[in-house]
């Protein structure tokens, strides 16, 4: 025999071997003697038992380890408790035995094995052993008298609420976990030797040792009238867990509160408690209301620090959430989760991650205050048909918006919805669009002042779920704003403002002063430095005369503004190309050549790269087959418009190396 815990051999009750092992074959049916017990304990056969591993003889002690339990209970071995509660020795283990600390009898057992001529070898062996997480105790397996439930007719009914669609798992892939784990459920142990808890409704006689469950404490024993006591023990925190949904709505009373919210629609969890808490909920649900507890159970990720580790105070990598806030702010903190949360992904949260979203929350404080500063007290109305290019644009851009969120929150993508309103704000609203109407503001325009007043209130409302705090503040200065964001409805798509041609007009002009930006920069342009802009063919496919024209001269430092059919050959033009339209800028000096060249190589080589990533994806079978088709149209109409944009690179090249 081999073992690692000498002392328990004090409570063996058997030798188990594989029927198969012939080794043994002669000791089936007999019986051996336990040293140091002097007790026959049977030799059983079992095909558990692993022939290959160590001598194939087990030594089975059935009070003592939850392997051994199991295999006592299935050839019906005696149990023999040899180790209390406190990790000593009980009388069971003996006269020379009993009272010893476990560890002081592992050390008594080898050496009395020595002394008798029974102990081959010591050597050292590295296994797992259950420690506590707070006191670094190892945890001891011991036997002893339980609450159980018998969960199999229960788990019957829980799975057939999945397996016919009453209940849905999102993402879908985690439902195999729940039948996994459903399918070989074990009855239930309920009771727990804490301090805290619901106790057990189980009272005991003191005289005959009655055992009575009710649901109020019996006077006396209702066998012989004698006095009762209750269990000591609490029921498991997962059992009162698992009658949530109901037991806070007034359940067993049939309260207006039951009625109206069970069930539920939705419940949201890790999957580490998919086990422990949703399926006993739903078992729960089903056995007491009849009904399911929930629709749709959404499995979000475990928040983890940087390596990749689950947080726990034992490892002390936890980042404390109140020094976060206090830090970056609750909406920014927020807003973290709710970018990183793909469904059923792991979120690894970073402090730069929020650092970001802080700076966020400040642009989105800055911006408003800027529009709060060109309002009145009076909430105006625009009239859609007069509108500027810039309000037609954001209000088809809004649309667009709302469309998004909707349907990335109908998926639960969280991550999606985040990231959508993110760049809307920030990019489209405040680099673009109030950049755009600065000058219109300055003539106090009322329908650009009620646009962009009706931007910021749907914008609020559409963040007020990622960050609630920032959003509602803002919000109450707005005029004519009500009790709050939480009692407003949330805003509806109007497929009316829909304005393809602003759109494009837009998406142009945004092209062009970011490539007019570019050159400048790379050619270290001082921004007072005014240049002409000549564009090519510009002039065909876009309206830019009027409040466009003077926007391209107040954002992108440009003077003169030239339509050409071809771009000329001149020694004073820096190139570029704006979408799929070649631009160029005029200086009052020369260019030198080379140093342009260079600079357009450059170019050319970024969007080589990004063409090749785009070209690689548009050829992936899964992209094609898993993509929605508004997206896969989008990457091509992307490819067509690189592959004309490095046409023009190549000719504006071509030129520059002729001259």
Same mark, same amino acid.
């Not at 006993?280 to 209301?289: A, D, E, S, V, Y």
């Given at each position: 025999m081999a073992t690692t815990r000498p002392e328990t051999m004090l409570g063996d009750t058997a030798v188990a071997i594989h029927p198969d092992d012939e080794r043994y074959k002669k000791f089936h049916g007999q019986k051996v003697l336990l040293p140091l017990q002097n007790r026959l304990i049977p030799v059983i056969t079992d095909e558990?038992?692993?022939?290959?591993?160590?001598?194939?003889a087990v030594k089975v002690t059935p009070a003592h380890d939850p392997v051994d339990f199991e295999l006592g209970k299935k050839h019906g071995l005696e149990q023999i408790i040899v180790i209390d509660g406190n990790g000593r020795m009980t009388e069971a283990a003996g006269e020379e035995f009993k009272g010893l600390d476990r560890f002081a009898c592992r050390e008594k057992v080898i050496e009395k094995l020595k002394q008798l001529g029974y102990l081959v070898k010591v050597e050292d062996y590295s296994h797992a052993v259950g420690h506590c997480y707070r006191c670094k105790t190892i945890i001891e397996p011991h036997l002893s008298w339980q609450w159980f439930v018998r969960i199999e007719p229960l788990a019957r009914e829980a799975i057939k609420a999945v397996e016919d669609g009453k209940i849905v798992f999102i993402p879908e892939n985690w439902a195999k976990t729940y039948f996994d784990w459903m399918y070989k459920i074990h009855d239930w142990c309920i009771s727990r030797q804490l301090w805290w808890g619901h106790r057990l409704p189980a009272y005991y006689c003191q005289n005959c040792h009655q055992v009575m469950v009710a649901m109020e404490k019996p006077a006396a024993c209702e066998k012989c009238g004698g006095p009762v006591v209750q269990d000591e023990d609490v029921l498991d925190t997962w059992f009162s867990s698992a009658l949530w949904p109901f037991?806070?709505?007034?359940?067993?009373?049939?309260?207006?509160?039951?009625?109206?919210?069970?069930?539920?629609?939705?419940?949201s969890t890790g999957f580490d408690i998919i086990f422990f808490w949703v399926a006993?909920?739903?078992?729960?649900?089903?056995?007491?209301?009849k009904d399911v507890p929930f629709r749709e159970v959404f499995i979000n990720g475990l928040v983890r620090d940087l390596k990749k580790r689950k947080m726990s105070k034992s490892e002390g990598n936890i980042i404390d959430p109140l020094e976060m806030i206090d830090k970056y702010g609750t909406d920014a903190l927020r807003f973290t989760l709710a970018s990183l949360a793909v469904p059923g992904m792991d979120i690894a949260l970073s402090e730069e991650r929020m650092a970001g979203y802080r700076a966020f929350a400040n642009k989105i404080w800055n911006a408003s205050r800027f529009v709060l500063m060109n309002l009145g007290e009076e909430k105006l109305e625009p009239d859609q048909q007069a509108l500027s290019l810039p309000n037609r644009w954001?209000?088809?851009?809004?649309?667009?918006?709302?469309?998004?969120?909707?349907?990335?929150?109908?998926?639960?993508k969280f991550y999606e919805a985040a990231e959508t309103i993110y760049h809307f704000i920030w990019h489209e609203f405040c680099d673009w669009y109030i950049e755009f109407i600065k000058p219109e503001l300055k003539e106090s325009n009322k329908n650009t002042q009620a646009v962009m007043e009706d931007t910021l209130d749907k914008i609020l409302k559409?963040?007020?779920p990622f960050m609630p705090?920032?959003?509602?503040?803002i919000w109450h200065h707005l005029p004519e704003s009500g009790l709050s964001l939480l009692t407003e409805s949330w805003p509806e798509a109007n497929r009316r403002w829909l304005d393809e041609e602003a759109e494009e007009t837009m998406r142009f002009l945004q092209?062009?002063?970011?490539?007019?930006?570019?050159?400048?920069?790379?050619?270290?342009?001082?921004?007072?430095?005014?240049?002409?802009?000549?564009?090519?063919?510009?002039?065909?496919?876009? +309206? =830019? @005369?009027?409040?466009? $024209?003077?926007?391209?001269r107040q954002l992108a430092g440009v003077d003169k503004i030239e339509y050409v059919t071809e771009m000329p050959t001149a020694n004073n033009l820096l190139r570029g190309v704006a979408g799929t339209t070649e631009i160029g800028l005029q200086l009052a000096r020369a260019i030198d050549s080379a140093q342009e060249i260079e600079r357009l190589q450059k170019e050319l080589a970024r969007l080589e790269e990004d063409l090749a990533k785009l070209v690689f994806r548009l050829e992936n079978p899964d992209f094609k087959q898993r993509a929605p088709q508004a997206v896969v149209a989008e990457h091509q109409q992307r490819r067509q418009e690189l592959q004309l944009k490095r046409e023009k690179l190549?000719? +504006? =090249? @071509?030129?520059?190396? $002729?001259s």
């Open positions: 558990q038992v692993q022939k290959d591993f160590g001598t194939g037991a806070t709505l007034g359940w067993p009373e049939k309260t207006e509160d039951l009625k109206v919210f069970y069930p539920t629609d939705l419940m006993r909920m739903i078992m729960m649900g089903l056995k007491f209301m954001i209000r088809s851009r809004l649309t667009r918006v709302i469309e998004q969120l909707n349907d990335s929150l109908k998926n639960y559409l963040l007020h705090f920032i959003t509602e503040e092209a062009l002063i970011s490539e007019i930006r570019t050159i400048r920069a790379e050619n270290q342009l001082p921004v007072k430095e005014k240049v002409n802009l000549w564009i090519s063919e510009g002039k065909k496919s876009y +309206s =830019l @005369s009027g409040p466009p $024209e003077e926007a391209i190549l000719k +504006s =090249l @071509s030129q520059l190396k $002729e």
